[in-house]
């Protein structure tokens, strides 16, 4: 089994409208197929940079001239690329949430197909883990993470039945935490709120919206007029802040309008929303709700 099928390939790379000589970076490096394809179409002179926090992501480093792997969140683009001496790019691209590998992995318990330790760390360094705020979080604060993350209406009654049971015993693996909250899904419904309540969990483990927002304030500074933004979400939670932020660099609400009623934008759509087709999604399952986004840096 591969690490991961790079979902919307040749459509992520292509967004980016690549320059033989340009520096690009890849901030979601993962098992390495997009930043494969794209370093085909560089020249001798271009030059890739990746990103990506999980150790087991770097056994996919590539062996080529022109790549550099930083192991890091990409929270620090801004940070990581000015201590290599890079202050701007031609182009970034980022294909968010979790990789194949770790759905695939039962011990890193981002699945609900397996049984697993409640971890679902994005980086095995961290110190919070799924299980920490299932234990230790109080009722009010799990009750936040179902409705915001989960978008699931019950969540106060998720969070009383699992306070319920953490006070009997620990809540240590995905099993626990799904036979917990089995009695409130309706068996036509389970997969798809299982599904909904473990990915509240993982986006609070990793901050994942946190995340997300900090790296595109920082493309404003980072790309250069007329460079592009090449970005794959999974959830509406990532999409609505991709797409609020490449209409008008803001994550809610308006900018301020001159007396002319105009107002500046530092990013411009490029075409339409690109999703996966029929046969793409037969193939790789996983690509079923990728929506792509592409933009381009406006002049300043």
Do not use: C, W
């Not at 691209?93 to 760390?121: I, N, P, Y």
């Not at 919206?209 to 007029?225: A, R, Y």
């Amino acid at each position: 089994m591969s690490y991961h099928d790079p979902v919307l390939l040749s459509e992520t790379v292509a967004g980016l409208n690549i320059k033989p000589d340009g520096i690009y970076v890849d901030v979601t490096f993962g098992g390495g197929g997009h930043s494969r394809h794209l370093l085909a179409q560089l020249g001798p002179k271009g030059r890739l940079i990746a990103f990506d926090q999980d150790q087991d992501a770097l056994d996919n480093r590539i062996d080529d001239p022109r790549f550099l792997l930083i192991h890091q969140n990409f929270r620090f683009l801004k940070r990581f690329l000015k201590f290599h001496g890079v202050t701007q790019v031609d182009g970034i691209m980022g294909d968010f949430g979790v990789s194949s590998h770790q759905f695939d992995q039962g011990d890193r318990g981002f699945s609900t197909r397996f049984d697993g330790a409640l971890d679902m760390r994005m980086n095995q360094g961290q110190a919070l883990t799924a299980a920490q705020i299932l234990n230790e979080y109080p009722t009010e604060q799990l009750t936040y993470l179902f409705r915001e993350y989960g978008e699931l209406r019950n969540g106060a009654k998720l969070s009383r039945v699992i306070d319920a049971a953490r006070q009997q015993q620990a809540i240590q693996t995905t099993e626990d935490l799904k036979a917990i909250v089995r009695p409130l899904t309706p068996r036509n419904k389970e997969h798809k709120i299982m599904a909904q309540i473990f990915q509240a969990i993982r986006l609070e483990v990793n901050q994942e919206l946190s995340v997300l927002k900090e790296f595109l304030q920082q493309t404003t500074e980072v790309i250069k007029p007329s460079g592009r933004l090449s970005l794959i979400s999974y959830h509406s939670l990532e999409d609505r802040l991709v797409k609020r932020f490449i209409r008008n660099g803001l994550f809610e609400g308006m900018p301020e309008k001159d007396v002319f009623g105009r107002f500046y934008t530092p990013f411009r759509p490029v075409g339409k929303l690109i999703i996966p087709s029929g046969q793409e999604i037969e193939n790789n399952n996983r690509a079923r709700s990728a929506k792509l986004r592409i933009a381009e840096r406006t002049l300043d």
